[in-house]
């Protein structure tokens, strides 16, 4: 998990907007949804709102009105640990493979996926210019927290702040328990399991008490891929790497009558006369590291490009500042953690570097139990490697990587899953993969969702009729506000409020985050 300690989560709610145009299926007013402008955000928060069908566009963090809106858009993860890539999946692989060595440029496209595979819709860039803050840095300053505590000792029920101090660790404890409770099956059997050997009968067969045989071959390529890896300790992307040598060593080794993993194919050995080279290099995109400002120009030609020739966005759209705001920009704290990734957690850039030049870049997210993949884009030229494909398996692998440093990030967040507008179903196609339920917010095997979404494009996926949302609004009077540059309980502000009642307002925002990140994250009010 994440460290603590750092400043808090402050947003601004903008409540439910009047409807505009979807995407998807071009309704002009369809799309409803939820939104609050983040100034600042935990990555504990995001990974607790993202869990209750939030997600975020630069600092607009929105929530589609589920049973209203016209292409109801469900949470999706997939369980990396246990990804089995399918047959279209290694053939882009083998494709990337194919033009890196040998310099073969295949024009068929991918099958059933499309080439910007996991984008978002692009309209989501437009939110952040509807619903920008107008709040001036100062006010989002809270005073000192003795005064704060101060503030809080007002609250003549005692009960409610009594117990404060221990909030923080309860709610820590409860979020690792619900992680727990809605992971995989311990018992549900690994696609990596040795497959069992009977004992051969005397005189024949090989000596079980001995290390099978080994091909000098396989012996060779195993070689190559430690030096390989050594070599790599120099880049960025190596860096991430040092940690996980023993991980990829071990799914690099081929096994006996198993299908090959998406390791076999990205991390494989290239001759020495390959044709091309192919770098990943994972840089902080905020606050921008040094790397990702020497990159910003080429980054954001690279873009421009796309949009204009995948998304036929006219020149004067794609602008920097839209760049910047829409895909640069983001809430999310830095933080690290002794246990957690060696890159910690916050908002990165996955560059794909091909002979020293930038073709594509992957947005991301890395949070606590997730690598959470945001936008794609990149040079049109290179359509025929089906980037969007390829560049979410490598994220698959990535979450992969940091899981052994990390144990609790084993999760890849695709974003929303559309059932409704058929060229979104291929994020289906990642198993295995969870939907979110949009009512008790318990993730649920996509194989029991998509039977509902035949009969009905919005469907509660949690079949117990009694079953309610764990994490619902119990207590609005410990939601937490920021007013003033104060920070009190809602009952508090409440008191000292002047003018007409908010609490409709604020009774929906703690509604739709959840009782544990509103008694978190500071609600702001004028």
């Known amino acids: ?26 309704s002009d007013t369809g799309n409803l949804s939820h939104g609050m402008w983040a100034h600042s955000m935990t990555v504990q928060d995001y990974q607790d709102l993202i869990d209750r069908g939030w997600r975020r566009s630069g600092k607009y963090v929105y929530k589609p009105i589920m049973n209203q809106t016209c292409c109801p858009q469900y949470t999706i993860r997939c369980r990396a640990l246990h990804f089995q890539a399918s047959k279209s999946h290694k053939k882009v692989l083998k494709k990337m493979l194919k033009f890196i060595s040998k310099g073969d440029v295949s024009k068929v496209a991918s099958e059933e996926e499309p080439m910007d595979s996991h984008i978002e819709d692009v309209a989501t860039c437009d939110f952040p210019y509807k619903n920008e803050s107008q709040v001036s840095q100062s006010d989002l300053t809270p005073l000192a927290v003795d005064q ?12 409610e702040t009594k117990e404060e101090g221990n909030v923080q660790k309860v709610e820590s404890d409860s979020v690792q328990i619900c992680a727990d409770k809605d992971s995989p099956v311990p018992a549900e059997p690994s696609h990596s399991a040795k497959a069992g050997h009977a004992p051969p009968k005397p005189g024949k067969g090989a000596d079980l008490s001995k290390p099978p045989c080994r091909k000098a071959k396989d012996i060779r390529k195993e070689r190559k891929l430690q030096k390989l890896l050594q070599s790599q300790m120099g880049t960025a992307e190596g860096s991430q790497l040092q940690g996980d040598q023993a991980f990829l060593l071990q799914n690099s080794k081929p096994k006996t009558n198993q299908p090959k993993n998406i390791e076999d194919f990205v991390f494989v050995p290239l001759p020495d006369d390959a044709r091309h080279k192919l770098e990943v290099r994972v840089v902080r995109s905020s606050p921008p590291s040094s790397q990702f400002k020497a990159t910003f120009q080429e980054s954001y030609q690279v873009y421009k490009r796309y949009q204009m020739v995948i998304h036929k966005d006219p020149p004067d759209k794609p602008t920097i500042n839209q760049f910047t705001r829409f895909l640069c920009d983001s809430p999310l704290e830095a933080e690290h953690a002794p246990n957690g990734p060696e890159c910690g957690y916050g908002s990165f850039h996955q560059q794909y570097w091909l002979d020293g030049k930038i073709i594509a870049v992957g947005v991301i997210d890395i949070l606590p139990y997730c690598v959470s993949s945001v936008y794609l884009y990149y040079d049109p030229d290179f359509s025929f490697l089906s980037l969007g494909v390829y560049s979410a398996l490598r994220e698959i692998a990535f979450t992969r990587q940091l899981c052994v440093k990390a144990p609790d990030l084993c999760f890849y967040y695709m974003g929303f899953y559309i059932h409704s507008c058929p060229k979104m179903r291929y994020k289906g196609q990642y198993r295995p993969s969870d939907l979110l339920c949009p009512e008790t917010y318990v993730w649920t095997p996509i194989e029991q969702c998509l039977p509902l979404l035949e009969h009905s494009k919005y469907s509660r996926f949690n079949q117990d009729g009694k079953a309610v949302d764990e994490g619902r609004l119990k207590e609005l009077g410990r939601v937490r506000v920021l007013h003033k540059r104060t920070v009190m309980p809602y009952s508090v502000y409440k008191k000292r409020r002047k003018g007409p009642s908010d609490e409709a307002s604020v009774q929906q925002y703690a509604s739709l985050v959840g009782q544990t990140c509103s008694e978190r994250m500071l609600l702001f009010r004028s």
């Open 1 to 26: 998990m994440a460290a603590g300690g750092g400043s808090p989560s402050i947003v601004e709610f903008f409540g439910g907007e009047d409807g505009y145009r979807c995407g998807y299926c071009r």
């Open 148 to 159: 704060a505590e101060r503030v809080e000792d007002e609250d003549k029920d005692s009960g």
